[in-house]
């Protein structure tokens, strides 16, 4: 547990710094995971590895991540997304409900295509969600990141189904930790992401 705090701590750090030394967050991430999979540093026996592992949970993340890319290529997900947005309506000038709605639009698209699936339908949304706000595309864009906070079921999160499986935890207490989380990013992050970024001047009002 220390240790996969340590590269945790390390990676987000990495990760908040990336517009310094210019790495890609996707090659930090790359490179966390290959640290966790190292024996030597304890974050998995090394038994696990030689003739203990279990296939079943990566056949039902391959699924999960498959739904998800069907929901999106066959079109399913931008039809949602239109309709749930047609539902609820934004105006200009009204960036804290707009940003509230959003949320909203993704976190039920996030349960529809799971987590990893959600960015690549509302980027495709970026410049109807802009007329309809009056944000610039970027801050469309950055708004989004908070979406992927608001996952309340454990499927959403592909990670998170390998780590419970790992940790014989059961599938209800995982559910009840996102819900909490959830519930946290609504009442807590939210908030907070629209007075930062309402600080660098990305909101108009």
């Known amino acids: 547990e220390r240790n996969l705090l340590l590269i945790l ?26 640290l966790c999979l190292l024996p030597r540093l304890g974050c998995m026996a090394a038994a696990s590895l030689l003739g203990k592992v279990n296939l079943g949970p990566w056949f039902f993340i391959c699924g999960i991540a ?11 997900g931008n039809l949602l997304a239109n309709s749930l947005l047609a539902m609820i309506p934004m105006q200009p000038g009204h960036d804290l409900s707009n940003l509230a709605a959003m949320s909203a639009v993704g976190m039920i698209i996030s ?20 007329l309809a706000t009056g944000w610039p595309v ?11 906070s608001m996952a309340p079921f454990p499927y959403e999160l592909p990670p998170m189904v390998v780590a419970a499986r790992m940790a014989g ?4 207490n995982a559910t009840r930790l996102l819900l909490a989380l959830t519930l946290l990013a609504w009442v807590v992050t939210l908030p907070l992401h629209f007075i930062w970024l309402r600080h660098l001047g990305y909101f108009t009002g």
């Open 9 to 34: 701590l390390v990676a987000l750090a990495l990760w908040v710094t990336d517009h310094w030394h210019r790495i890609s967050p996707a090659w930090i991430a790359l490179g966390a995971g290959i």
């Open 66 to 76: 498959s739904m998800g890319s069907v929901v999106v290529h066959s079109g399913l």
């Open 111 to 130: 349960i529809c295509t799971t987590v990893p699936g959600e960015p690549m339908i509302a980027a495709t949304l970026a410049k109807d969600i802009s």
């Open 138 to 148: 970027a801050t469309v864009l950055l708004t989004q990141a908070v979406n992927w």
């Open 169 to 172: 935890t059961r599938v209800g």
